[in-house]
């Protein structure tokens, strides 16, 4: 399986930060990697597919960059509503394997 | 609206079985191939298992190949997931899933975009 890492595993922050958090996978996997935003007791959202594309609804100020192994999600101006925590997810190869999760926290 | 509803979930103890079910609207369900996520309490994300359009094709997590079942019925909307031999490691908040197909730069790429607001399964005796 392949392995998905974060870091930080949390993070605080203040409302108009630039927030960058990074997903490193155990093997390539070109760009086949999604980031998700899940707020305490809702189902996940996707924000970012195949790396760099911006899902339909989401925010302007996410954005996704990288390929092969590394990868980084960055939340340009940060609001009250993106406390959240945020999860990478491979989507090479079955079984899907998602990153252990980063926590942005109110600073 | 595109909406995931799951049911069935509950207290069982070990060994026992339960019948996950996900209620699918505001979308042509026989389209799209479906899957599980489940979370444990204060844990991440972990896929669980998929099934193609027509159910003649599933797919499972070693942690519960052997034991869950998915499948479904298009004429009702309906996914299931069937749990045996329920152990107390498959605690968890249960995800409904559609599984989304991105087309990009002439690749096709796979992820969820709709997502069940979840059904918590807990096994303990």
């Known amino acids: 399986d392949i392995q998905m890492t974060q870091s930080p595993s949390s993070l605080s922050a203040s409302v108009g930060d630039r927030v960058t958090i990074t997903c490193r996978a155990s093997?390539?996997?070109?760009?086949?990697l999604n980031w998700y935003q899940q707020k305490p007791g809702k189902a996940p959202k996707v924000l970012i597919y195949a790396a760099s594309s911006l899902q339909s609804g989401a925010p302007s100020r996410f954005s996704g960059s990288g390929s092969g192994t590394d990868f980084t999600l960055t939340i340009s101006s940060l609001q009250p509503e993106d406390f959240a925590t945020y999860y990478c997810q491979q989507s090479h190869s079955t079984p899907w394997t998602f990153g252990q999760g980063t926590k942005v926290e109110i600073k | 609206e595109e909406q995931l509803v799951e049911s069935g979930g509950g207290l069982v103890q070990p060994g026992g079985s339960l019948r996950l079910s996900c209620a699918a609207s505001g979308f042509t369900f026989s389209s799209y191939w479906m899957n599980w996520v489940r979370q444990g309490p204060g844990k991440g994300l972990v896929w669980v298992s998929r099934?193609?359009?027509?159910?003649?094709?599933?797919t499972y997590a070693d942690s519960v190949k052997g034991r869950f079942t998915i499948s479904r019925d298009n004429a009702k909307n309906t996914l299931w997931l069937q749990m045996n031999s329920l152990r107390a490691e498959d605690t968890a908040v249960y995800y409904c899933?559609?599984?989304?197909?991105?087309?990009?730069?002439?690749?096709?790429?796979?992820?969820?975009?709709?997502w069940g607001q979840g059904t918590t399964v807990t096994v303990s005796s």
């Open positions: 093997q390539s996997i070109s760009s086949y």
């Open positions: 099934i193609n359009t027509d159910g003649s094709t599933t």
């Open positions: 899933a559609r599984h989304k197909k991105w087309e990009v730069g002439g690749n096709n790429y796979f992820g969820v975009d709709v």
